[in-house]
Structures are given as C-alpha cells and as structure tokens.
Nanobody, 124 residues
Framework: QLQLVESGGGLVQPGGSLRLSCAPAEFTLDYYAIGWFRQAPGKEREGVSCISSSGSSTDYADSVKGRFTISRDDAKSTVWLQMNDLKPEDTGVYYC?????????????????WGQGTQVTVSS
C-alpha cells in the first residue's frame, strides 16, 4: 500500500514562496498520479494541483494558476509543489495523494492513498 509523506510546509509572509515535497515512505511513485489538496479551518478540502502518472498532464485550481507549479521526478520518486506569491487564503493543511494510473485530474474521490499533511500558514 502506498504511503505518502509530505514536507516543506511552514510559516511565510504574504508574497513569499514555499516548495512542498511528496515522496513515498517506500516503493516508488511510478504509475501513480499525484495530487495536492488543501483544507483550511472550517472549509472543505479542495484540489490545488495534480499531475498525471506520466507527468504529461497537469491540473490547477483557478485560484493558484500562475502562482503554483507542480512537477515530478520519478527517478527521485518525488513530486513538488512550488508555491509563489503566497496569499493568506492559501493557508491550510496541504495533503498529497496518489491515484494508480491516474490522469491527473483533481477529483479527490479518485485518490485512494493520502499523506498526513503539512501545515502552510501565510501571515504577516
């Protein structure tokens, strides 16, 4: 069973940047689409950015387009989420999730393997 571990969260000022990483506890990410989802206090979980198992297709929430970039390196078995120009509304717990042979669409119901999450706080 795929176990995912996120890292890279923290406290950053508005306009700052963070890079989140998602890696498996063991095995590899080969053949898995990986998605980043976030949940803010009192709000529902939302898809942020997702990448297909091949890496050829990506999906972004409208609120992060032009600011966030998802990428993967299967040789390193890691998926990154580069987050630039962060805003207070980006605050939340960020989860990465895996979808076997997924197309990389940010539909949470398609993802069956979830990490524990990493906190991102954007505040001055």
């Amino acid at each position: 069973q795929l176990q995912l571990v996120e890292s890279g969260g923290g406290l950053v000022q508005p306009g700052g940047s963070l890079r989140l990483s998602c890696a498996p506890a063991e095995f590899t990410l080969d053949y898995y689409a990986i998605g980043w989802f976030r949940q803010a206090p009192g709000k529902e979980r939302e898809g942020v950015s997702c990448i297909s198992s091949s890496g050829s297709s990506t999906d972004y929430a409208d609120s992060v387009k032009g600011r966030f970039t998802i990428s993967r390196d299967d040789a390193k078995s890691t998926v990154w989420l580069q987050m630039n120009d962060l805003k207070p509304e980006d605050t939340g717990v960020y989860y990465c999730a895996g979808d076997w042979h997924g197309l990389g669409l940010c539909l949470a119901s398609s993802y069956h393997y979830w990490g524990q999450g990493t906190q991102v706080t954007v505040s001055s």
